[in-house]
């Protein structure tokens, strides 16, 4: 026989139920816009049946509250971080590659192809009239425009790199931020946990952090049961630990002593365990932002630029196969190897040319570019006009013969000069279609990272609504849930006044 | 599957920011009306612009500059070319007139005048130039074709190697016993002394200039150098008949190389026949000889200039076409003849000669009246000189007619030769004009090709930026359904 004052029990229950569900309501609504809030859900259970001993057996002894959980599918999860990985990868890559093309924008600017082409057109007219001063002069400041041109351009395109090697940094400090509060997290989820319960909010907290960590670099979280409610939970980047349980490593970049590429920008950061572990940065397995920057910052096709120095001194840039040093992803250093690989082509014969011949007056002829500092190797970024040239215009050779009876017309090495322009010595094309391939080659990569990103970022969304709808808050669904539980505590509170009558009844009339 | 309402908004701004991305690339269409604007929206549209921007380029500069230049340089010669031919035939002219008619005195002076001024005008037309560059000196267009000022002639000095063929071999007539004035007053010549004047014919070769220089002297050489005859003599005589049969005299004065009857027969069969020698002192509007000639410029020992002409020749080409050149410059040999210039001093020379034995003879028919020359002795050799100058009017008349009649015939062949000479010139400028035409063509094309590729049809894209904006105005009008209300709004 069940006590008479059950009923009164029961709707307690009841009334501590509603409560508990109202205030979880109220939770989710307050949360209804937090990132990665997953919603709550309160578990209830009918409560143990008490045996009356009667013939009728069991009788309900009211409600339960077994928990306050989240609803959430790690499942999602793991996809969702999979693809913020190779989302944060293109989306600097497109950024920059966007960048890089800005400044190889043939199609918009009047750049180097316009350069190289103006520089031929007063070729050509020097050659109607090679002694004419102010065309020979028109020469000499196209050509001194087309290497100041390249100048900027290459000085441009190492800022870019410089721009994204301060971004490694920045990366990389996050990362250790990141590591660091996962730690922290760590601990503070299994103290509640430990006694029992879920740390709903603070797992949201958790994996909020590791969203942000996987848009960075690619991660693998695992989480294993240590017993009395205890959980382990070891994070890796690139296969390598980063946090595991209440201990993290962090990364640290220190700026390289000697370049990789001979056109690098200085001082670039090279990334390592802080613990003294090697990181690969060039590792195929990387992904991310951090791929990302390493790729435009490092990526070379999967060559090096060295500086070699032949046996009478001089200088010159050649790239050497290697896959250790960078990647084979066409970032920086490689439009910069390229416009390196132009200048240097184009200046060495230009001024083969001019110095196996002579000038008007029967001077030897004097090389058209040279370098800007004493010792380095021709490239974009150090080619300039030979001063003497600049000053006297007319020193610039025209001709084979000192034979004057050939006459101030005659300009054979001009006609040498103008056949340079359509001579296939640039990679077995000429060198208009060369600089052309480059602007190809800039806009094929970018329009490539633009649509990756694009389709990365659109199944970014769809992974993310998979996981709004199993975690998201519905408003609709929590008005509902409002009324529901309002109706249940006035219930609950009406069965308690209903119950109250009956005591009343029973003890204070009844049998009086 | 269970739809939030985050969803739905996350849904409304995707769906609205790739509509808003649409109208974006339209609006930078539709506001720069080409298609892209940066290589990576469609790489291939990016390369094809820059290749047809880059052969629309060559061909403008084909079109506007290199074929304006080559037609400028080529209307200047042709120009120059009719003035010469006009010239020519004047002279031409004057040698029918010549061959024919007979002259008066005073006619005969005008002529030989007239004959020396166009002498000098057909070569001063060799002097145009365009935009400050002589177009009939080869590739040395600072140098002018003949001396331009008489202080700058005068002062040079060449070594000049000239070459003939034995075509260059001709005759002139030579006289013996002219009368000598002098004769009348010397009283040791009777009137039987005063020899009749008689004519012969004499091997020479005439060379480019008169009045050279008798120092240096240096062998003809002929068959390509291998055998050569030495010049002993010289004479300034322009009657002086070679002594020997071998011999080949140098006449400064004239500028001829007189050959004997066995040199004559030598040379006659030899091939390659060279000459060096030595000229100073030349007059304002003689032609240069590195002109024509190989030679040395001596003017200044210390620097000589030596220059060389070569068969190839020396032409100036502009490119007016992909992998098409044309020779913009006619050389002074293939117009203007060095030859035309000694003709037409021979020709004054021949009818010079003539004007001073009627000088000559007016002066004899004066003293015949004269009282210092009524003795009979005096008298008789007057008769007697006046018919020997009788005899060499004849023949010096003759001479002349036959200079004249020959110089039919040579003024015809340099006529031919400027003639031949303005119609390569225009050959070349109606090759201009057909590449000219042919290259409008292709710039037309190229246009049109570019425009194709890289510009977008106004048109379509305001059709399509309607229908974009429609879309758009839809999925903001569907946001705004979505996000306004909830279930609160009924409860």
Redesign the interface.
Known sequence: MASTFLGLTISYTGLQAAQASINTTAHNVSNVGTTGYSRQKVSLEADKALNTGSNYGTIGSGVVVTGVEQIRDSYYDVKFRNNETNDGEYEVKENYMTQLEDYLNEFKLDGFTVEYENFYKSIGELKKTPTEESVQNSVINNALSLTQYFNTLSTNLTNVQKDSNEEIKNQVGEINTISQNIASLNKQINYIEANKGSANDLRDQRNNLLDQLSKIVNIDTTETDMGNGLKSCVVKINGQTLVDTYDYNTLTTTARTEKVNASDADGLYNVSWSNGLEFNEYSTSLNGSLKGLIDIRDGNNGSVETVTTDASGNKSLELVNDSNQNTAYKGVPHYISKLNEFIDTFTSAVNEILTSGKTVKGEAGIPLFTVKYDKTAISALSVTVNTALIKDPSKIATTTTTDPSQGVGYCDLVDKLIALKSDKRYEGGTGTYFLESIVAEAGIDSKKATSFLKNYTNIRSTINNQRLSVMGVDQDEEGMDILKFQQAYNLSSKMMSVMNEIYNKLINETGL | ???????MI??SL?NIATNKAQMSILDNQLSTLKK??????D?II??R???L??SL?EVT?YLE??IP?ANSWLSITQGSLKETNDIVSNLYQYCTQGSTDTFDTSARATIADSLTNLKDSFYSQGNVDY?G?FVF???????SLTFMTSEEASKKSYTITQSFSNQDITSKTVYTNLVDMTKLDDATVSADEILSPSSQTVNKISLGYSNVSANNLQAVTYNNGASSIAINVTTTDPNYIPKTDDEVALNTSTGELVLGKNAYNTLKSATDISFTYDKTSFAKGDVKP?HYF?CVDKTDPTAS??????SAG?K?E??INFAQTIQVNTEADEAFSIKLGRDVDELATSIQNVIDIEAKQAKLKSMKSQQAYSDDASQAKIQSMTDALGKEWDLADESMQKMFESGITKMQSYQQQITSANSDVGNRISRLTLTKGRLQEQQTNFKDLKSKN?DVEIEEISVNYSSAQLVYNASLTAASKVVKQ???DF?
């Open positions: 599957m269970r739809i939030t309402n985050a969803m996350n849904n995707t892209i604007s940066r290589p990576s929206e790489p990016a390369i612009a820059l290749r921007r880059s380029s500069q500059k290199n230049d935009a560059r000196t080869g590739f040395k267009t600072d140098s590195e190989t200039i030596s220059y060389e002409k070569s020396q100036i502009y490119a890289e909830s279930l609160l409860l």
